[in-house]
């Protein structure tokens, strides 16, 4: 799948996109993420701010807060997450440990990998809402606060820097863009 229908197949199940004054600007839907063919590609999470890609540090298989940025290696295990749904939102499994990505409390709402249960609320499901067309950018949402992003810590452009969940604002360190992965 090319990156052109990844974000075509991600745009028709999450949001409207309207252009308002040269802009690009979208409005969030309230219905599930069409993942189609994404259940079964891998793709890395890239900020808008730094291009370094979402990262589970040191290829860990714990659960906890281990997200980090760090820059993009397409053979790194740790960088690659694949879609799945989840009733009306989506999972995001790193494909080293199989985990979900997760955030919530127990986490001190940092971002990190969980174990991915079927039909429970443990902190792993994301709504996705595009919110610029130009590019292919997303705001990645939690479930359990739906008014917060998947962002890079203080925008930071350094290698390792947390990711974390925080107001939802508009910022390039709240924008993710999906890169698909081609596996040899």
Same mark, same amino acid.
């Given at each position: ?41 891998? =793709?890395?999470?890239? #900020?808008? *701010? /730094? &291009?370094? %890609? @979402?990262?589970?540090?040191? +290829? ?29 939102? =989506?999972?995001?499994? #790193?494909? *080293? /440990? &199989?985990? %979900? @990505?997760?955030?919530?409390? +127990? ?78």
């Amino acid at each position: 799948m090319t990156s052109q229908n990844l974000r075509s197949v991600l745009a028709a199940g999450v949001c409207t996109a309207a252009l308002v004054g040269g802009t690009v600007t979208a409005e969030a839907k309230e219905q599930p993420l069409q993942v189609g063919t994404l259940a079964s590609e891998y =793709v890395q999470l890239r #900020a808008e *701010h /730094s &291009g370094k %890609c @979402l990262d589970i540090i040191a +290829d860990t298989m714990e659960e906890g807060p281990f997200a980090v940025q760090s820059e993009c290696t397409v053979g790194e295990d740790s960088q690659k997450f694949s879609f799945s749904e989840e009733y009306s939102f =989506v999972r995001v499994q #790193a494909k *080293h /440990s &199989g985990r %979900c @990505l997760s955030t919530g409390p +127990d986490f001190k709402w940092k971002a990190g990998q969980r174990w991915c249960w079927e039909n429970s609320t443990n902190n792993a499901d994301w709504r996705v809402v595009m919110v610029k067309i130009a590019g292919g950018f997303y705001e990645l949402r939690p479930r359990i606060a739906l008014d917060y992003c998947l962002s890079v810590e203080d925008g930071s452009m350094k290698d390792n820097a947390s990711v974390n969940v925080s107001r939802c604002a508009g910022l390039a360190n709240q924008h993710w863009q999906f890169q698909p992965i081609k596996e040899a």
